[in-house]
């Protein structure tokens, strides 16, 4: 698992979580990161470093990871918070859609709404989409479904 940044730079903007279930050899989020605010010590079997002081929240990162374990929280809205994911099924969704949130395990935890959907064309073929979701679970939904 990430670390999480300081509450002072949650504030600041978008900002990236990756969320490694095991240490394996890989490394494409390093390479991917524009900022290089990715780094894993040591050998390429640790779990991956963020310097969030870098981290832009730029999204690049996000859909070269082959364990689609990268996510961006955006905070910094007033009356919720905008959660990043990669997403390869089809049909994509679309900006304005209802969906249902789940979290770590599959629970069903709140309705969210769609709130941008970016062109997998431009994204190893992986779309990220973007959807807003109340502050106090941007920690815990990392998916959705539809109705």
């Keep these: 698992m990430s670390t999480k940044p300081s509450d002072e730079r949650r504030k600041k903007g978008a900002y990236i979580v990756i969320e490694c279930p095991e240490k394996i050899p890989c490394d494409p ?5 524009p900022q290089g605010a990715i780094s894993i010590p040591g050998s390429m079997i640790e779990l991956p ?7 832009t929240g730029c999204l690049v990162c996000i859909p070269r990871c082959p364990g689609l374990a ?29 969906a249902i949130g789940l979290d770590h395990v ?16 431009k994204f190893d073929r992986c779309a990220i989409v973007g959807f807003s979701v109340p502050k106090d679970l941007a920690d815990e939904i990392r998916f959705i479904k539809f109705k």
């Design 70 to 98: 990268i996510f961006v929280i955006d905070e910094t809205p007033e009356d919720h918070s905008i959660v990043y994911i990669p997403y390869e099924m089809l049909p994509r969704p679309k900006k304005g859609d209802t």
């Design 106 to 121: 599959g629970k069903e935890r709140c309705e969210v709404k769609i709130t941008k959907v970016l062109d997998s064309r």
């Design 49 to 55: 470093e963020i310097d969030y002081e870098k981290c």
């Design 29 to 33: 989020c390093v390479d991917a990161c």
